[in-house]
């Protein structure tokens, strides 16, 4: 029974190892090999391939317009290569007036990699890397057709949001045969959410008909968000995802954007985009059902949502709009902007688990202000929330340990006899009232923890660069000089010293390179989960050593009762 139980425990955590190994593997492999951040971009001209066809009532079929402007007032003239900039509390942001596209952004509250100066980049288009967010008006009267992208005004070239404002708007604008149309970014203060309208004006005496498209465009390139957790880190889903309110969280790999899982997906409260480690950028609509799309052209992959067809009648004037999402994947920001993009922060199988410790861990770090110290307090409520299952099993385990003599007098007396000792064996469990298999149960307890806790720590942008204490600078990387994984793996083999030992020689030897295997193993994994590892093991420790004396004390007991 006692070989049985060993071998339980191997096989729990090699469980536990085999499934870290393929959190740790990259489910969705990049492309190209980039992850440089750029500090002033130069503009790219969109190309015809990136504007989707327009929907009419027999299909779909390319749009054959050719937009003509004229200059409204003292306006600047569009330019292929001047950019419109604009800076808010949250972003730094470039608007390419051709096409209107969002063709660089950088987050100001978040670094690039850990102690630099330099704002991490989420849209750029570089040669390095293309990741835009696009939109524009397609169909008969659209403005942005499969031979050139609409080429809008603009009052000014920068743009800066003051203290006192709570909102900025950036105005383009364009006029063709009478019909004027602005495009408006609307940037909140203390928020990412951006919120872009076309207002339409037809001054004209027919019906003016297009359509709105909103689309991410991005190429397969590596995940900056990577760039500073080292070549063998951890890394999570990069792709496409989708939602509704009836289907709010679908993942759509690169590979998949022309497999047409997005052909009969509509909704008026849907969100589609791409989903990288720890930022996501999607689009939702405002005041219109959007028809779901994705596809991929010269190793650009493409994901958005089309409107409805639009009628504005003569002489009158009518405003569309779309809600842009590119920042951080904060859940508490993502709900309030569409149902199911709060999932991007993918928890995986385990997520019921991982949100209870989130949300415990969060709530913890409002009181202590630091993460690391709130990992410390979050294992001690766990463990003592385990408390009672964990005593069982310690006591368990610590009247196998005292019995550790009497079994290897029966593996000496009845070991050629394996029958007669297992029977023998039970007899003395049941003498002793003891349950080998529930020295299973912590091992079996932590799994799950360890494994929602691994989730957290990889995929919650709230512990990027959270540091911790001296030369942990950053408790979602690994530990730059691997001083926690060995003092874990140091506290592994203490712990392991306090257990009953394997009568069997083999099981020994396995058993007592578990914690070196483990060392290795936790080598490169970020440091908030091996400093969880540590404080657990710490714990136990405590723990097992005071059942552990319970136990020998009421042993000794029973024997001086025996003998008297």
Same mark, same amino acid.
């Given at each position: 029974m006692?070989?049985?139980?060993?071998?339980?425990i191997i096989?729990a955590?090699l469980i536990?190892?085999y499934?870290?190994?393929?959190?740790w593997q990259?489910?969705y492999?990049p492309?190209a090999d980039?992850?440089?951040?750029?500090d002033?971009?130069?503009?790219?001209?969109?190309?015809?391939?990136?504007?989707?066809?327009?929907?009419?009532?027999d299909?779909?079929?390319?749009?054959?317009?050719?937009?003509?402007?004229?200059p409204?007032?003292?306006?600047?003239?569009?330019s292929?290569?001047?950019l419109?900039s604009?800076t808010?509390?949250?972003?730094?942001?470039?608007i390419n007036?051709?096409?209107?596209?969002i063709v660089?952004a950088?987050?100001?509250?978040?670094?690039?990699?850990?102690?630099?100066k330099?704002?991490?980049?989420?849209f750029?288009n570089t040669?390095?890397r293309?990741?835009?967010?696009?939109?524009g008006?397609?169909?008969?009267?659209?403005v942005?057709?499969?031979?050139?992208r609409?080429?809008?005004?603009?009052?000014?070239?920068?743009?800066?949001?003051?203290?006192n404002?709570?909102?900025?708007?950036v105005?383009?604008?364009?006029?063709?045969?009478?019909?004027?149309?602005?495009k408006?970014?609307?940037f909140?203060?203390?928020?990412?959410p951006?919120?872009?309208?076309?207002t339409?004006?037809?001054?004209t005496?027919?019906t003016?008909?297009?359509?709105?498209?909103?689309?991410i465009?991005?190429?397969?390139?590596k995940?900056?968000?990577?760039?500073d957790?080292?070549?063998?880190?951890?890394?999570?889903?990069?792709?496409g995802?989708?939602?509704?309110?009836?289907?709010d969280?679908?993942?759509?790999?690169?590979?998949d954007?022309?497999d047409?899982?997005l052909k009969?997906?509509?909704?008026?409260?849907?969100w589609?985009?791409?989903?990288?480690?720890?930022?996501?950028s999607a689009?939702?609509?405002?005041?219109?059902?959007g028809?779901?799309?994705?596809?991929?052209?010269?190793?650009?992959?493409f994901?958005?949502?089309k409107?409805?067809?639009i009628?504005?009648?003569?002489?009158?004037?009518?405003?569309i709009?779309?809600?842009?999402y590119?920042?951080?994947?904060?859940?508490a920001d993502?709900?309030?902007v569409?149902?199911?993009?709060?999932k991007t922060?993918?928890?995986?199988?385990?997520?019921?688990?991982?949100?209870?410790?989130?949300?415990?861990l969060?709530?913890?770090? =409002? @009181?202590i202000?630091?993460?690391?110290?709130?990992i *410390?307090? +979050?294992t001690?409520?766990?463990?003592? #929330? /385990?408390? $009672?299952?964990?005593n069982?099993?310690?006591y368990?385990?610590?009247?196998?340990?005292?019995?550790a003599?009497?079994?290897q007098?029966?593996?000496?007396e009845y070991?050629?006899?394996r029958?007669?000792?297992?029977?023998?064996m039970?007899?003395?469990?049941?003498?002793? =009232? @003891?349950?080998?298999m529930?020295g299973?149960?912590? *091992?079996l +307890?932590?799994?799950?923890i360890?494994? #929602? /806790?691994? $989730?957290?720590l990889v995929?919650?942008?709230?512990?990027r660069?959270?540091?911790?204490?001296?030369?942990?600078?950053?408790?979602?990387?690994?530990?730059?000089?691997?001083?926690l994984?060995?003092?874990?793996?140091?506290?592994?083999?203490?712990?392991?010293m306090?257990n009953?030992?394997?009568?069997d020689?083999?099981?020994?030897?396995?058993?007592k390179f578990l914690?070196i295997?483990?060392?290795?193993?936790?080598?490169f994994?970020?440091?908030g989960?091996?400093?969880?590892?540590?404080v657990n093991?710490?714990?136990?420790i405590?723990?097992?050593y005071?059942?552990?004396?319970?136990v020998?004390?009421?042993?000794?007991?029973?024997?001086v009762?025996?003998?008297?």
């Open positions: 006692q070989k049985i139980l060993r071998l339980l096989i955590m536990t190892a499934l870290l190994i393929l959190a990259k489910d492999p492309g980039s992850t440089s951040v750029v002033a971009p130069s503009a790219q001209v969109s190309t015809s391939t990136d504007i989707p066809s327009a929907s009419v009532a299909g779909d079929v390319p749009t054959t317009s050719t937009a003509s402007t004229v409204a007032g003292n306006q600047a003239p569009a292929a290569t001047g419109i604009v808010t509390d949250y972003y730094d942001i470039k007036p051709v096409g209107g596209d660089y950088a987050l100001r509250p978040y670094s690039a990699t850990l102690g630099s330099e704002r991490f980049v989420l750029e040669a390095q293309v990741y835009v967010a696009q939109s008006l397609i169909g008969q009267d659209g942005d057709t499969n031979s050139e609409a080429k809008y005004q603009y009052q000014s070239n920068q743009y800066v949001m003051q203290p404002q709570e909102t900025l708007t105005p383009l604008t364009l006029t063709k045969d009478g019909v004027t149309i602005t408006s970014f609307t909140t203060k203390g928020k990412y951006i919120d872009v309208s076309y339409i004006d037809n001054e005496g027919k003016w008909q297009g359509q709105l498209y909103t689309q465009k991005r190429d397969g390139s995940d900056p968000g990577m760039a957790k080292g070549a063998l880190s951890m890394a999570t889903y990069l792709g995802a989708w939602g509704t309110p009836d289907d969280y679908n993942k759509l790999k690169f590979k954007f022309n047409g899982e009969s997906v509509s909704s008026d409260a849907g589609v985009g791409v989903v990288q480690h720890y930022f996501v689009w939702t609509p405002k005041n219109f059902t028809h779901f799309f994705s596809n991929e052209v010269s190793g650009n992959y994901i958005g949502m409107s409805q067809p009628s504005i009648a003569p002489k009158s004037q009518e405003t709009s779309a809600v842009l590119a920042g951080p994947k904060i859940q993502l709900k309030g569409a149902e199911g993009l709060n922060v993918d928890y995986g199988y385990l997520w019921p688990i991982s949100k209870v410790l989130f949300a415990l969060e709530g913890i770090h =409002k @009181v202000g630091n993460w690391g110290w709130s *410390i307090v +979050l001690i409520l766990v463990k003592i #929330a /385990l408390m $009672w299952f964990s069982k099993s310690y368990s385990m610590a009247k196998m340990r005292a019995l003599p009497r079994l007098a029966l593996k000496d070991g050629d006899d029958m007669r000792m297992s029977q023998e039970m007899a003395l469990y049941k003498e002793e =009232k @003891v349950n080998p529930a299973c149960l912590p *091992i +307890l932590q799994m799950p360890f494994l #929602a /806790l691994y $989730w957290v995929e919650s942008v709230e512990l660069h959270a540091p911790w204490i001296l030369w942990i600078h950053d408790l979602s990387a690994m530990d730059p000089y691997f001083i994984p060995i003092f874990m793996g140091v506290t592994m083999f203490a712990q392991q306090l009953p030992q394997p009568t020689p083999m099981q020994a030897k396995v058993m914690p295997i483990f060392t290795i193993f936790m080598l994994f970020p440091a989960l091996v400093l969880y590892w540590i093991n710490l714990f136990t405590m723990q097992q005071i059942v552990n004396k319970k020998e004390k009421e042993q000794k007991q029973k024997e009762k025996i003998l008297s």
